[in-house]
């Protein structure tokens, strides 16, 4: 889901750039001090998954991680995945730093999405936690894909061929990020709760 | 999966908290994580890799050879490569076989833009230097047949045309032994990130959650103050 430099025409790749800045500068307005660590530890997630590679389909696909990323930082996921994907473009050749932008707002915003419509969900009963992290991990790359196909809107393939293949793609990805994050909340909830979103302290 | 966090809480068990509440239902739940993150560190080193698309070319004669692949090893099967050049002018399409592999007459002696787009947003291209003067690309020149040529010359004085033999032979020669190597050279392209690479972006990022911290706290101090 990382797009190369060469593909994007000029208007995309600043359009892409303009909304990456704004979510960036609300993720570290909204960042509290005690977050930062959490953060850091989400980028350093996102950044490592993509190379937890998925040998299925014609091209292969690899881990994303917006999905669980989104769901646990909220609006700081703009800065975590900029991070992240910076360091992917020139560690990994992957994605490249003129896309930066365009690449950050295909995997941020959903993530900000999925936080918004799952996060309510994840202190329910444990039927519907579970529900709700699924749909964190698997709802967030439906929309990586349908915003990675926007942004590839002028190149040969269009909106919906592109959307559809990238989507058709990512299907196993879909399905292994959603039960990721289903053991990922359910561990938290045992060990570390306070990481979740939305975590009431008896203290207080 | 949230790797850094498991990885931590697995590995320092000793807070207290988490100590008291360890029971069986803890164990079950930390067997997947430990089970998938041996798996995916250890047994798949090498699937664990980035993913791009790469192109590789290489000249034989008077053929230009290009290999495209997905970092990883898999083959861009049907990838779409245009040759332009230097001025982006399209000099000649097609697209790539099942072996990722696409070869062309040299169109022209100029420098030559290779792009490969895998489709999807992946694309890469490879910059094919410009021939230099002296080197012969037609080798179409059938060689004569070289007892009858050699007697009728003598040895001391190298005409151009038994230069041009020479140096016919020598190409082919070269190419000849050289095409091992090239397979090589395009199989050992961007072979993806190593070690180096993941603990360096990981420091990276440590660092970065370090400055955060200091300016923040730091101006929470100021408040304070």
Not at chain 1, 59 to 85: D, E, K, M, R, T
Not at chain 2, 10 to 19: D, E, L, S
Not at chain 2, 45 to 64: L, Q, Y
Not at chain 2, 76 to 86: F, L, M, N, Q, R
Request: with cysteine.
């Amino acid at each position: 889901m990382h797009i190369s430099e060469g593909i994007l025409s000029g208007p995309v790749l600043i359009s892409g750039m303009a909304i990456a800045a704004a979510g960036t500068a609300i993720g570290l307005k909204k960042l509290r001090n005690e977050d930062i660590a959490k953060t850091g530890m989400l980028a350093a997630s996102f950044f490592v998954a993509s190379l937890i590679h998925i040998p299925i389909g014609p091209a292969g696909v690899h881990l994303i991680l917006s999905g669980i990323v989104g769901l646990l930082l909220g609006w700081a996921a703009f800065p975590a995945i900029l991070v992240a994907l910076t360091l992917q473009a020139t560690f990994f050749q992957h994605g490249g730093i003129t896309t930066l932008g365009v690449n950050t707002v295909i995997m941020a915003l959903p993530a900000v999405v999925c936080h918004y419509l799952f996060a309510p969900l994840i202190w329910k009963n444990k039927t519907i936690s579970a529900i709700g992290a699924f749909g964190a991990g698997s709802i967030a790359i439906v929309l990586n894909a349908v915003i990675a196909g926007l942004a590839l809107i002028y190149t040969d393939e269009g909106l919906f061929k592109a959307a559809a293949l990238i989507m058709g793609a990512h299907l196993p990805v879909m399905i292994i990020e959603g039960i990721i994050s289903i053991f990922c909340v359910a561990f938290l909830k045992k060990v570390q709760p306070a990481l979740l979103p939305g975590f009431k302290s008896i203290n207080n | 999966m949230n790797i850094i966090s498991a990885i931590s809480e697995y590995a320092i068990p000793a807070k207290v908290g988490i100590r008291k509440q360890c029971n069986a239902k803890d164990t079950f739940y930390k067997l997947p994580f430990t089970a998938s993150l041996v798996i995916l560190l250890f047994f798949f080193p090498n699937i664990a890799f980035a993913h791009n698309v790469s192109i590789f070319a290489w000249e034989e004669g008077d053929t230009v050879y290009t290999q495209s692949k997905f970092s990883g090893g898999k083959r861009v099967k049907g990838g779409t490569i245009i040759v332009t050049d230097p001025n982006n002018n399209v000099l000649l399409e097609g697209k790539t076989d099942d072996g990722g592999l696409f070869s062309f007459i040299r169109p022209g002696s100029g420098l030559l833009k290779i792009k490969l787009d895998a489709g999807l947003g992946h694309a890469n291209y490879w910059e094919l230097p410009a021939l230099e003067a002296d080197v012969i690309t037609d080798s179409n020149i059938e060689l004569p047949e070289t007892i009858n040529a050699t007697e009728n010359k003598t040895l001391t004085v190298i005409t151009p045309d038994i230069q041009k033999e020479i140096d016919i032979a020598v190409e082919k020669a070269l190419d000849k032994r050289l095409k091992p190597i090239m397979q090589t050279l395009a199989d050992n392209q961007q072979q993806g990130p190593d070690l180096r690479d993941i603990l360096g972006g990981l420091g990276y990022i440590l660092g970065l959650m370090g400055m955060a911290a200091y300016f923040k706290y730091r101006k929470q101090n100021n408040i304070i103050k």
